[in-house]
């Protein structure tokens, strides 16, 4: 067990390897109740997500969801986060836990006359179950992704959110804190194996889901990111000035993902020649080799470029790939 | 599988959790149960070149799994015969088997004095109790 963002949380279970490749080929689950729930109500709740949060709110429907981000006024990323349209003048937006507080601040401070931010957190608990048998083995019926819809399961009144941070099929179930521990239950008796962090953030890694003070964060911007898809730069939003003029211009530096060419595993914060660093490095469970993620000058982020990382004093070849690391065959 | 916890009698020990097995003028490297269970599932062995030095109480290479990167620790002095090449390539064979098929490294003693520093099996399985 480890402490994060004032949990305790489990970095494995059995092993992160099994846990991984338990994901990758049939079913695994996360408990991810830090994860913060933040719930923005009233007529006017449209307006004030709108102009906080980078994707354009109007495409949902009640019943489904975006990707998206909280970005400050000098287009920096306060969090990124899922926003859910819950009824036609209700969202839910679930934010990472150590942005919980500074995500609500921010929309707190924002409000405006008909809108309501609540910080529901502690009354919700959140378990990932992710993996191309997951659905089936929660018994539930396909649906797209991004869309979500109430349920019972094993008679625990769920919300069934088709999300995930792992690139497999699966849904993310949304429960009452106090029927967590059945729901959990529920859960693991229907075969699925219990994740930890470790492998949530292996499995992350190998599709290139950036991670929140990792890769992106405060001082680095959407379209450096390459997370430009997630914000529509017709409308207002907090920094949008900012995020044109680097669209226009183009980025001066780009978060690219790589994998080493050379045995070693790369970590966070190792130099990478040329004046780029190191965001999120690991093992790849799937492809058994080191990958990873980080910022290089736009000369150095064309995929099949050659890059020198710094391990500890040794220099390591990789090379730079497309996005994701690691995608299913077929 | 990860091996069964097991600290055999016929190895000496270091505190830093690594044992020798000593033969003659000869003896071969590894990392405890102990190191490896700490540790979880190794997927890198940096190892040292052979005909490289290693020193007693220094790192000579490191391990390391998905979450975490250690030092290996020499529990004696001499000159690097033989680098483990399965465990190069197959980094989890020290997992399940760290005091066989999962060696590190066969040296050349240098000094032989310096084993009788190292702890005997029941010491270091105190040492751990202690822990």
């Known amino acids: 067990m480890v402490p994060f963002a004032g949990w305790e949380m489990p970095v494995q279970y059995e092993g992160v390897i099994p846990e991984h490749r338990a994901v990758r080929t049939d079913a695994g689950v996360f408990d991810v109740s830090h994860m913060g729930e933040l719930e923005v109500e009233g007529p006017r709740a449209r307006d004030l997500v709108q102009s906080a949060l980078s994707n354009d709110l109007d495409k949902l429907e009640p019943g489904q969801a975006q990707y998206t981000l909280l970005t400050n ?7 990124d986060l899922i926003a859910y349209r819950t009824g036609e003048h209700s969202y839910l937006l679930v934010v990472n836990a150590s942005n919980r507080a500074n995500a609500y601040a921010w929309l707190k401070e924002r409000e405006i006359a008909g809108s309501d931010v609540r910080d529901v957190s502690d009354d919700c608990a959140l378990l990932a ?7 089936e083995r929660l018994g539930l019926s396909p649906a797209p992704p991004f869309t979500f819809a109430e349920a019972f399961l094993d008679g625990v009144e769920v919300m069934v959110n088709r999300t995930g941070y792992t690139g497999e099929d699966g849904c993310e179930l949304l429960c009452m804190t106090e029927d967590a521990v059945r729901l959990w239950d529920a859960v693991l008796e229907r075969g699925v194996v219990p994740c930890g962090l470790g492998a949530r953030d292996t499995l992350r890694l190998e599709v290139c889901y950036p991670l929140h003070g990792n890769d992106i964060g405060p001082d680095t911007d959407a379209i450096s990111a390459g997370l430009g898809w997630a914000c529509s730069l017709e409308k207002e939003f907090a920094g949008v000035d900012v995020l044109r003029r680097i669209k226009a211009e183009g980025p001066t530096r780009r978060l690219i993902a790589f994998v080493m060419e050379e045995k070693a595993i790369p970590r966070q914060g190792m130099p990478i020649e040329g004046g780029g660093e190191v965001t999120s490095g690991s093992h790849s469970p799937m492809l058994e080799i080191g990958i990873g993620m980080g910022y290089v000058p736009v000369a150095q982020a064309k995929a099949e470029t050659e890059l020198t990382i710094d391990v500890r004093g040794r220099p390591r070849g990789a090379r730079v790939v497309k996005k994701p690391i690691y995608k299913r065959e077929g | ?21 000593v033969d003659g003028d000869e003896a071969v490297l590894g990392i405890t149960w102990f190191a490896a269970d700490a540790l979880g599932e190794l997927v890198h062995f940096e190892a040292p070149e052979v005909g490289s ?14 979450k975490a990167v250690s030092d290996v620790i020499a529990p004696l002095s001499g000159e690097v015969l033989e680098v483990n090449g399965q465990v190069v390539d197959a980094p989890e064979t020290v997992n399940e088997d760290p005091y066989g098929a999962g ?19 029941g010491a270091y399985r105190q040492l751990l109790a202690d822990q």
């Open chain 1, 73 to 79: 006024d000098e287009g920096g990323i306060i969090d």
């Open chain 1, 129 to 135: 179950v992710q993996g191309p048998h997951a659905i």
């Open chain 2, 103 to 121: 060696w590190l490294l066969r040296i050349r003693v240098a000094d032989s004095a310096e084993v009788d520093v190292l702890l005997d099996a």
């Open chain 2, 1 to 21: 599988m990860a091996a069964a916890e097991s600290y055999p009698d016929e190895l000496r020990y270091h505190e830093e959790h690594d044992w020798a097995r």
């Open chain 2, 53 to 66: 030095a290693v020193t007693k109480d220094q790192s000579y290479g490191e391990v390391e799994s998905v």
